[in-house]
């Protein structure tokens, strides 16, 4: 999966090539805090600095001897530096660099995924502006329940995405945090100031407490924001296969010039992006429950969790990145037929306005109970009978003898239906 949907920059933050930079980013930064504290030379700072260096395949090579990555890649990088390498990694331990590295490849791989939410907001706001007054039916339970927009339908998905920024942002501030705290947390070797230093250097706040491990409940989050918001995808790619069906035939994901639907048969046009959206919803809920086994570890740190993550946070984060992408490109282009919704509103023959003639005999004096048996009566035989629904309300002496003939032709009024559509908008997307 990761070959095939990477974009080249999601993909490099999850390189090898990245993950070292970011490590050897951490060792130079606190190297010269270090240096600044008077506890390493400055000159052996500045070596590190100018010849600090790694080779990709010589890392490889040492740990298939070490069966230590972060030795296997100091000890790369010194030979690049020379004899200022005996100040490199100077009282850190393993987790001290990946934990902190870490955290910026996180925050960078929310970035990019905050920006794809912005657009796809941007794509979704646009959509539903254009659809705000194209009338369809409601439905629940997937049968015909009463009318509504399609634009409100999307101002809802919008509303779904500006919480999903929210989501991924607060995950981000999470796990926005370094550690330099040593092998128990107890800054036995270095001062908490160095730590704060190196943070500072990096972008990053300095976790208040660690143990030998930034805590896997900050990843836990961050993990669950991703799978939200993949949820929130599959629930708006559900929706459009089941409006492409060739019954409703309301709504259909874009088909590109010579794309073919099937093997065997030439008319499919078939919604397979939205299909793929919503399997990817279930890897990432997967992957976010492997977050949430990783947070408990033996005493201060085992490495059950490190294997996991190697494959969850770069999967989540490219996964949803694809994710985003490909939705975003089929709400710019999806194809909305509003005649067709209009005529599988009036495919129910009018009974999806019992609600509204409930109300309005309930409002003339009639019990709630008595107006539900009239008006139930006269849409079973809609249904049934396959009569439209207002003229059988016109001929009820019960009804009409309550309710006059303009009430009835009111309840039936599609602007007076959606007269509170502009409202929501104006809740939705400001005045």
């Given at each position: 999966m990761i070959a095939r949907y990477t974009n080249p920059e999601m993909g490099r933050i999850w390189s090898d090539q990245r993950r070292y930079e970011t490590w050897l980013a951490v060792e130079i930064a606190a190297a010269e805090a270090m240096a600044e504290a008077g506890i390493v030379p400055a000159e052996a700072a500045r070596d590190l600095r100018a010849k600090g260096a790694f080779d990709i395949a010589r890392i490889d090579e040492i740990e298939k001897i070490t069966q230590h990555d972060v030795i296997a890649f100091t000890t790369s990088v010194a030979e690049k530096?020379?004899?200022?390498?005996?100040?490199?990694?100077?009282?850190?331990?393993?987790?001290?660099?990946?934990?902190?590295?870490?955290?910026?490849?996180?925050?960078?791989?929310?970035?990019?995924?905050?920006?794809?939410?912005?657009?796809?907001?941007?794509?979704?706001?646009?959509r539903a502006v254009e659809h705000k007054d194209t009338p369809m039916i409601g439905r629940t339970h997937g049968v015909h329940a009463e009318v509504m927009t399609f634009g409100l339908k999307l101002a809802l998905w919008y509303a779904d995405i500006t919480r999903s920024i929210e989501r991924v942002r607060r995950a981000r501030e999470g796990v926005r945090v370094g550690m330099i705290s040593g092998a128990v947390g107890t800054f036995a070797h270095l001062d908490p100031s160095i730590e704060a230093e190196v943070c500072r250097r990096l972008g990053l706040a300095p976790d208040a407490v660690s143990s030998q491990v930034i805590q896997r409940d900050r990843h836990a989050e961050l993990l669950s924001a991703l799978a939200i918001t993949a949820a929130c995808l599959e629930k708006f790619a559900l929706e459009i296969r089941g409006l492409q069906k060739t019954e409703i035939g309301e709504v259909e994901e874009p088909f590109a010039k010579g794309q073919k639907g099937s093997s065997a048969m030439p008319h499919k046009r078939n919604p397979i992006g939205c299909e793929q959206i919503v399997g990817l919803a279930r890897l990432m809920r997967s992957n976010a429950m492997a977050a949430m086994e990783n947070i408990a570890l033996w005493h201060e740190r085992d490495i059950s969790h490190s294997s996991v993550e190697r494959v969850i946070l770069p999967d989540s984060f490219i996964a949803l990145d694809h994710m985003l992408r490909r939705f975003t490109r089929i709400v710019s282009g999806m194809v909305v037929s509003p005649d067709r919704m209009l005529a599988n509103l009036n495919r129910s023959r009018g009974v999806v306005f019992s609600g509204q003639v409930l109300l309005e005999l309930a409002r003339h004096g009639v019990s709630r109970e008595q107006a539900y048996e009239w008006v139930q009566r006269n849409a079973m035989r809609s249904f049934h009978e396959q009569l439209d629904f207002k003229p059988l309300l016109l001929a009820d002496a019960d009804i009409t003898t309550v309710l006059p003939a303009v009430e009835i032709e009111k309840a039936f009024d599609l602007k007076e239906q959606l007269r509170n559509v502009d409202a929501v908008f104006s809740r939705v997307f400001g005045g």
């Open positions: 530096v020379g004899p200022s390498a005996r100040w490199l990694h100077f009282g850190l331990t393993s987790s001290d660099v990946i934990d902190t590295a870490q955290a910026v490849q996180m925050v960078e791989a929310c970035d990019v995924i905050l920006t794809l939410l912005a657009g796809l907001a941007d794509a979704v706001k646009a």
